[in-house]
C-alpha cells in the first residue's frame, strides 16, 4: 500500500471511537522498522492531520476542522547547533532548558518555542506541566492561551511520558487545534492517549 492511502478512512467507521483505532492501527504501519523520532513524529502529524480531513461526519476540512497538528518537544531532544551567529542576542536562543520547541506539525505555521518554565505558558506548557492531557473546548476562556492562530476555537494536547526505570520523563506533547468550538471529547481524549503512547514506545528518544 502507498504511505499516503495511510491517511484514507473507510466509508464504514462512523463513530471517533472506530476513527481514533484506524488511526492508530494505520500510524503503528508507518513507524514500523523506524525508531528516529524526527521521522515518526512527522508521519504520526501528518496522518492525524489528513485522516481528520478526511472524515467530515466530525471533522473534515470544513467549519469543524482541524487547522493544526503537531509536537512540540524539550529542547534536549535536538542536536546543538555547529554553527551559530556569533551576533545573536542570547534571548533568541532556542535551546534554553525552559522551553519546548517546535516539532515536527501539519497546519499552519506555528510558534516556534513554548515557555515551560518558571511559569508555562499556555494549553501546551500547562500540559507538560500537569502531566496530563487538557482538553479546551473554548480557548477564549483559557487564561493564558497562546493564540498561534486567531482561526482556533477548541484545543487539546496529551502530554508524550517516557516511562524508564520507575520515573516519568516528559519529553513533550501533541497539540490538536480545531475551528469549533467544542471540537474535542472524551473520545478523542482516548484515543489521542493511545496514540501518544504507541508513538513513545516506538521511538528512541
Known amino acids: 500500500m502507498p504511505h499516503a492511502d495511510a491517511s484514507s478512512v473507510p466509508d464504514s467507521i462512523k463513530t471517533k471511537a472506530e476513527f481514533w483505532t484506524h488511526v492508530h492501527d494505520q500510524l503503528e504501519i508507518l513507524v514500523g522498522g523506524q525508531r528516529h523520532w ?34 512540540y518537544l524539550i529542547s534536549s531532544l535536538f ?84 516511562r524508564k526505570g520507575g520515573e516519568d520523563i516528559v519529553l513533550g506533547v501533541l497539540d490538536l487545534d480545531c475551528l469549533a468550538i467544542g471540537g474535542f471529547d472524551a473520545d478523542d481524549q482516548v484515543g489521542l492517549e493511545r496514540i501518544a503512547a504507541l508513538i513513545i514506545r516506538s521511538c528512541d528518544w
Not at 48 to 60: E, R
Not at 83 to 112: E, I, V, W, Y
Request: proline fraction near 9%; aromatic fraction near 8%.
Open 38 to 71: 524526527v521521522s515518526n513524529l512527522s508521519n504520526a502529524a501528518s496522518l492525524i492531520y489528513s485522516s481528520l480531513q478526511a472524515f467530515p461526519s466530525n471533522f473534515g476540512d470544513g467549519e469543524r476542522s482541524v487547522n493544526w497538528c503537531g509536537f
Open 79 to 162: 542536536p546543538q547547533p555547529r554553527f551559530t551567529d556569533a551576533s545573536m542576542d542570547p534571548k533568541s536562543q532556542t535551546h534554553a532548558s525552559t522551553n519546548m520547541l517546535l516539532g515536527p506539525f501539519a497546519g499552519r505555521p506555528a510558534c516556534q518555542w513554548i515557555e515551560v518554565s518558571p511559569r508555562p505558558r499556555g494549553v501546551c506548557g500547562d500540559a507538560f506541566v500537569k502531566r496530563s492531557t487538557v482538553l479546551v473546548p473554548d480557548v477564549l476562556t483559557y487564561p493564558g492561551h497562546i493564540a498561534c492562530d486567531g482561526d482556533t476555537k477548541s484545543e487539546i494536547v496529551c502530554p508524550l511520558i517516557l
